[in-house]
């Protein structure tokens, strides 16, 4: 038996089979979950191609987070068809390419507004969308991603910026949710070659560092172990744990040099 039989999980993200949420979408669907996927605009078509990769081809539903009107009918149609959720992944990244190349100064608020309102503020506006469904499953599970925000990396910028507000945010959702029996926490992942990455002007730049100074060694083609450490949080494996970051990177993060 998986350690998620039975639970229903909404997985946000999915682009292609590269993406991070792939790899935790087939490895839920592996471990017993039933799960939904989301889309959105132009990408659409490709999440619809993509879900036929998976064990079993999953329903994929329409979600710009940005449009309230989706996020009411995604609610709308999960409680028809489930009328609950055991958990939530937020895989959902985007800066507009002036917040990725050149310096700090490179953007202006109309550009780094988008980066935070998609990559970092979406995170309360999935909650907040899917909260009486979370409510209504007794206990569960919100789980988001993060690439380490505490130091400043070569041209990831505003998305940096952003990253260190979906971490701030995560805190505040997990002490505003608990009492609900949810918890948030975020799964601070090492760098993998995803279309997301590829608009990060300094990715190259860790092709080499990463693996030669993880204690654990790290391959940027393989979203495995995200995908385990997403499956063990959605899972009742973490039944006490909120609010926390936890680094899938092959202990980078541990090593001064
Ligand atoms: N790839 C890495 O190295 C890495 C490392 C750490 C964290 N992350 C994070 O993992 C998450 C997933 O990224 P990925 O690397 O799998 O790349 P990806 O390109 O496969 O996934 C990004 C997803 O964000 C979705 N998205 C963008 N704008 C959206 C919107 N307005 N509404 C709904 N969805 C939207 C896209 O459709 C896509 O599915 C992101 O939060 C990213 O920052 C990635």
């Given at each position: 038996m998986g350690i998620l039989e039975g639970k229903k999980i909404l997985i946000t993200g999915v682009l292609n089979d590269q993406s991070l949420a792939f790899g935790a979408a087939k490895l839920a669907q592996e471990q017993g979950a039933e799960?939904?996927?989301?889309?959105?605009?132009?990408?659409?078509s490709i999440t619809q191609r993509t879900a036929?990769?998976?064990?079993?081809?999953?329903?994929?539903?329409?979600?710009?987070?940005?449009?309230?009107?989706?996020?009411?009918?995604?609610?709308s149609h999960i409680a028809s068809k489930w009328n609950k959720l055991d958990g939530i992944l937020h895989s959902i990244g985007?800066?507009?390419?002036?917040?990725?190349?050149?310096?700090?100064?490179?953007?202006?608020?109309?550009?780094?507004?988008?980066?935070?309102?998609?990559?970092?503020?979406?995170?309360?506006?999935?909650?907040?969308?899917?909260?009486?469904?979370?409510?209504?499953a007794g206990t569960s599970s919100v789980v988001g991603l993060d690439f380490?925000?505490?130091?400043?990396?070569?041209?990831?910028?505003?998305?940096?910026?952003?990253?260190?507000?979906?971490?701030?945010?995560?805190?505040?959702?997990?002490?505003?949710?608990g009492k609900h029996k949810i918890r948030v926490n975020l799964i601070s992942a090492g760098p993998v070659k995803t279309i997301a990455a590829?608009?990060?002007?300094?990715?190259?730049?860790?092709e080499t560092l990463w693996g030669d100074r993880s204690p654990l060694g790290w391959s940027l083609t393989d979203s495995e172990p995200v995908a385990k450490a997403i499956v063990a949080f959605l899972s009742d494996w973490f039944?006490?744990?909120?609010?926390e970051i936890v680094h899938v990177d092959g202990g980078y993060h541990a090593m001064g040099a």
């Amino acid at each position: 038996m998986g350690i998620l039989e039975g639970k229903k999980i909404l997985i946000t993200g999915v682009l292609n089979d590269q993406s991070l949420a792939f790899g935790a979408a087939k490895l839920a669907q592996e471990q017993g979950a039933e799960i939904v996927l989301t889309g959105v605009g132009r990408g659409l078509s490709i999440t619809q191609r993509t879900a036929r990769k998976l064990p079993i081809t999953p329903e994929v539903l329409e979600l710009d987070i940005t449009n309230p009107d989706h996020l009411d009918a995604v609610k709308s149609h999960i409680a028809s068809k489930w009328n609950k959720l055991d958990g939530i992944l937020h895989s959902i990244g985007f800066a507009p390419s002036a917040c990725l190349e050149g310096d700090i100064f490179n953007a202006q608020w109309s550009d780094v507004s988008v980066a935070l309102e998609v990559s970092a503020y979406s995170l309360k506006a999935l909650v907040e969308g899917m909260l009486p469904l979370l409510i209504t499953a007794g206990t569960s599970s919100v789980v988001g991603l993060d690439f380490d925000a505490t130091v400043a990396w070569p041209g990831y910028n505003w998305m940096g910026v952003s990253k260190a507000a979906l971490e701030s945010l995560s805190r505040y959702l997990a002490r505003d949710v608990g009492k609900h029996k949810i918890r948030v926490n975020l799964i601070s992942a090492g760098p993998v070659k995803t279309i997301a990455a590829k608009s990060v002007s300094g990715f190259n730049a860790f092709e080499t560092l990463w693996g030669d100074r993880s204690p654990l060694g790290w391959s940027l083609t393989d979203s495995e172990p995200v995908a385990k450490a997403i499956v063990a949080f959605l899972s009742d494996w973490f039944p006490a744990t909120t609010g926390e970051i936890v680094h899938v990177d092959g202990g980078y993060h541990a090593m001064g040099a």
